[in-house]
């Protein structure tokens, strides 16, 4: 018994190794060991936000309280998915020349993208919060309950991943599908734009989108200052979960399959 | 018993999925013309290995000796049939490949040890070690792709013939790098075969099975031919290629 234990902490001691050292190549390939690349992760999203700020302030400014922050949620928010979900997409076909070689557990693959494209939203969320302060919204402990947004999006960027880069082993066809997937993923979240001039059944489709409502949890704890309610918490596990049931599924399902296809 | 293959084979799957994208096989499928034809790479092997035994796998090219070995390290799940292996693995397939060409020979040596499982601490340790056999000590903050192939090779062996494990899988790389290395190679690679591991060996020089191997598995077209005492299949072996 104390054996079994003994060994399962060897193992997970060696899974960390792995991890971390999966985690520092992602950084370091991404950036180059520049010191813009870094900076340029967290000014991509700012200037998106600069020039939709110059466009669309003039529809939208006016009836919007705090419309540069409504705008930045949503473009960190979506950033982050983006990213990651791309990301997780290629990290298998990126290393097959690995693991056809080498023994390891692929998933590692994914989730080392996950976390480094974690790492990179969390920088721009310190600029997020930076606006924020600027913009004169006050900071208050319920800002705390941003971390429940994040963690679900993490879990559903892991099992968009698990899904996407399964797909992606057999059809290299998938990146331009996925990415035609997210620019209407872009225009159905309401990134620039406020959904109250829409008539109320079509306001409430606009919550199959996950990440609208993950984009709404945001602008609710900080622009109107309120904790959202207990189903909307649910509703946010829900769709993270389900991607990832979905995508662990597929991923325990196809993920050496592939190695049969030449 | 510490390897035993019990009626494996694996079947590789062959088709145009991967040119025709993801819409054009949603289209072939529902007006029912798409096909894929099937190779079976290894068609119903079984041996079993003791502790200590050392295995020659030989065969012609396309024999499946390569994706038999890939079935024993656990990299591929065998489409029908079992595989059970007792004990860590270290297989040495193709050593100089799987390294990142815009990290340095330092972060390559510590990514591929925590691939083949090592811990921090191992590494920590070993370290000077590794980029000393490997004879790279120059070389360490050079991004990888500047090495030569030998040279790639080289970090590949060492980093792979640290550890001690039970079962060692050797994929033709007693022909590493220049004479003086391939020398050395040899010696390290006896130094744990003679520690009393369970080694398994795909070789062309059949010299080389009858020198070191006290079993052979001989494999045509996926099938297997025979499998028991190397002195004897070795024999036939021979035969079988003078009359070709």
Redesign the interface.
Known sequence: MLEGFKKHI?KL??RR??F???V??DF??KY?RTVLGVAWSMLAPLLTLLVMAVVFTQFFGRSTPHYIIYMFAGNLVFFYYREATGGGMRALVDNA????????PKYMFLFSKNVSALINFLLTMVIFLTFVAIDGIAFSFKFFMLVYPVVCLLVFNIGLGLILSA?YL?????QY?YDLFTLMVMYLSAIFYPIDSFPNYLQQLFYINPVFVYITYFRTIVIHNTVPSLSYHLLCAFYALLVLLIGSYIYKKYN?KF???? | MIVELRNVS??????D???I???E?VVRKLLGNYKVREFWAVNDVSFSLEKGDLLGIIGTNGAGKSTLL?VI?????P?KGQALVKGD?A?L??LG??F?G??TVK?NT??R????????AF?NEMYEDIIAFAELEEFQDRPFKQLSSGMKSRLGFSIACLVNPDILILDEVLAVGDAAFRKKSEQKMMEIINSGVTTILVSHSLEQVRRLCNKVLWLDKGKQVAFGEAKEICNRYEEFLKKK
């Open positions: 060897e001691k060696k190794f792995l971390e050292e999966l520092k190549r370091k390939k180059k020349g690995i693991f056809s070689k080498i023994n390891v797909l057999f059809f290299k066809d998938t599908l050496y190695l049969y296809y030449v | 694996v079947r590789y799957i062959l088709g999925f991967k040119d994208g993801i819409k096989f890939k390290t656990g990299i591929m799940v489409t693995v297989a397939l193709e490949s799987g990142d815009d990290l972060e510590y990514l040890g925590a691939m083949l499982g090592y811990t921090r590494m």
